[in-house]
């Protein structure tokens, strides 16, 4: 570790990671404890933000942060699908293993202009994880906001994340948590199908509301199209998080590119209003 | 004015070369190439343009940016900042302008990125003007000119049987000292070049959000082979992938690097997430994203047009794609 360690953009800051779990199918929730540097680099970042982890050796890739900062805690989650070569080894990874991270990147969520009004947040799959964070803000500033309502999906039971976190979400004052998968399974208890399907039957009032949507791309474009056809809200209400490849995070490897938007330093949160002026399709 | 004969110019460049790194043109299998020299024994005096531009001498194809030492539990990693000093000859005025251009990204734009930037400040530019245009030469329709001294720490065109020499930064000063026949630093001439393909100029920024949806794009497409020659000939070109590459290790210590590599948006995996979702999977998505960064994102995003009328992605594409194609089209009302 060098001086250098706060100039170079493209330098890791190292972490131990102090607690792995299996969170859901092929998905683990990581516990990163951030050493020198980095727990100052990451002591006051916003929901929504999002790092780089290495998986030494073989690469990094970035991930949405998956809780909030906690007072001098120094420690980050990541909720991370195993799908490509630097997600496939860090779920080699055990305690006590080494991680870099590189961060806290991007825009995150406006919490402050959310105060006062009712928030709805809708999480497709892995999607819930950078969604995460939000619900904590709210539940750790619970009179801030308004009524609150999680819509929470994903393609079977065995892939919803946070599992062991309903029950808290549902014990807070003026919470809603609707569960929906597209195939259930025979303990399934609760809505089947698309959630779209589940957006319209709980049908939120536009009224001084904000939603706040991660998923996959369609699920994001018909979650858009639900909210403003059906139920009147105007895309400015709807606050997205896109996902885009990148390699450095900071507006250099031209990577992330949504026509004239970077998503690394432009997003990647934006309102659909924004989206949709983009000259290019995020889907 | 300073004046330098061939003779007086070699024996300057080959006390340089003792000194610092040298690198110039070279004759390798019959494409130029800027290479590290002893001497300036096998150097090309009279080239057109280089195959490969300048670009990869300050922003290297694969480079290491730190090595990962893993040491029983622990991690040390070693940032490796490039540190040699070095002189470039027989810089082209497209090459210089193609690192002005990916100065306004690299060093203009927070943050620095430590790698070009090291080199950058560490490396003296010699230009050379070109004697006359390639057959696809379009700088002078770009804002560029064959004698351009822009970006150049010192200029040299020739001249008779020598090189007019102007000084134009302090660095250059401090490599013309080591010469008797330079007397300090010059006043810049004017260049003025009469534009070459008539009429072609670069498309103003209002003209191209509304061709975005155009035909033109899947038409010019149909030939394209998302072969990535283009953007890595390209001087101003800078997409990059990071990756760690394995070293050979021993004593449980395993090492590796963190390296960067060129890349190109025209790539297929470009825009592909690990998830599969890839919002660039046709090939005029790709091939017109190129060529929008260059005329339309990229001077938004940090200022310049990212195009210096080098030509060099004409020559080289297999199948004749025509960047001058598209800036007639997009440049029609």
């Given at each position: 570790m060098t001086d250098n360690m706060n100039t170079n953009p493209m330098l890791p800051y190292l972490g131990k990671l102090v607690d792995v779990k299996d969170i859901a199918t092929e998905i683990k929730l990581f516990r990163v404890e951030m050493l020198n540097g980095g727990a100052e680099a990451f002591h006051d970042y916003k929901p929504g933000q999002f790092a780089f982890v290495s998986s030494f050796g073989v690469g990094e890739a970035p991930f949405g942060i998956a809780n909030i900062p906690k007072n001098g805690a120094n420690v980050l989650d990541f909720a991370i699908n195993r799908l490509g070569s630097v997600t496939t080894d860090l779920h080699e990874l055990g305690v006590g293993d080494m991680v870099g991270v590189r961060g806290p990147m991007g825009n995150g969520f406006p919490m402050d202009e959310f105060k006062g009004k009712n928030l709805i947040v809708i999480g497709g799959g892995i999607g819930g994880a950078p969604l995460r964070p939000v619900i904590q803000t709210v539940m750790a500033n619970r009179s801030d906001y308004k009524y609150f309502q999680i819509l929470w999906a994903a393609r079977?039971?065995?892939?919803?994340?946070?599992?062991?976190e309903y029950d808290e979400w549902r014990a807070t004052a003026d919470t809603e948590l609707h569960l929906t998968v597209d195939q259930a399974d025979s303990t399934w208890n609760h809505s089947v199908g698309l959630i779209t399907q589940l957006l319209e039957q709980v049908a939120p009032s536009p009224r001084n509301a904000i939603t706040i949507t991660c998923g996959p791309p369609i699920m994001i474009h018909f979650v858009n199209r639900v909210l403003v056809d059906k139920l009147g809200f105007q895309p400015e209400q709807n606050y997205v998080t896109l996902e885009a490849r990148m390699h450095c995070g900071v507006g250099k490897c031209g990577r992330c590119n949504l026509g004239t938007k970077l998503i690394c330093v432009d997003g990647p949160v934006f309102t659909m209003a924004e989206v949709g002026t983009l000259l290019e399709s995020f889907l | 004015m300073n004046y330098l004969t061939r003779q007086e110019l070699a024996a300057w460049l080959d006390r340089l070369a003792q000194e610092q790194t040298l690198i110039a043109p070279l004759d390798i299998a019959g494409n130029i190439l800027y290479r590290p020299v002893a001497d300036t024994h096998e150097v090309v005096w009279n080239f057109v343009r280089s195959f490969m531009s300048v670009k990869e001498v300050f922003f290297p194809r694969t480079e290491r940016l730190m090595l990962i030492e893993k040491i029983g539990a622990d991690v040390k990693l070693t940032e490796t900042l490039p540190d040699e000093k070095s002189i470039i000859f027989g810089v082209r005025p497209c090459d210089a302008r193609g690192l002005l251009t990916l100065d306004a990204l690299?060093?203009?734009?927070?943050?620095?990125?430590p790698y070009y930037a090291k080199r950058r400040e560490n490396t003296t530019l010699i230009g050379l003007a070109c004697q006359s245009l390639g057959?696809?030469?379009?700088?002078t329709n770009v804002g560029g000119a064959p004698d351009d001294p822009a970006g150049m720490d010192i200029m040299l065109t020739a001249s008779g049987d020598g090189y007019v020499a102007e000084i134009i930064t302090e660095k250059g000063e401090k490599i013309s000292?080591?010469?008797?026949v330079f007397d300090g630093l010059s006043e810049i001439r004017p260049h003025p070049s009469p534009a070459r393909k008539h009429g072609l100029k670069i498309a103003p920024k209002e003209f191209w959000p509304a061709k975005f949806n155009d035909d033109f794009w899947a038409e010019m497409a149909e030939r394209c082979l998302s072969c990535r020659i283009c953007a890595y000939v390209c001087p101003s070109c800078r997409c990059f992938d990071v990756r760690d590459e394995a070293l050979p290790g021993g004593d449980g210590q395993s090492q590796s690097e963190r390296v960067r590599c060129w890349d190109s948006?025209?790539?297929?995996?470009?825009?592909?997430?690990a998830g599969g979702h890839n919002p660039r999977f046709m090939k005029n998505q790709r091939l017109r994203n190129r060529f929008y960064c260059k005329f339309y994102y990229f001077p938004i995003h940090?200022?310049?047009?990212?195009?210096?009328?080098?030509g060099r992605c004409i020559d080289a594409c297999p199948v004749n794609v025509d960047i001058t194609e598209v800036l007639g089209y997009v440049g029609r009302r």
């Open positions: 079977h039971p065995s892939l919803l994340v946070f599992t062991d | 690299f060093i203009d734009n927070e943050p620095i990125d057959p696809s030469c379009f700088c000292k080591r010469f008797p948006c025209n790539g297929i995996p470009y825009r592909r997430v940090y200022g310049p047009v990212s195009c210096t009328g080098c």
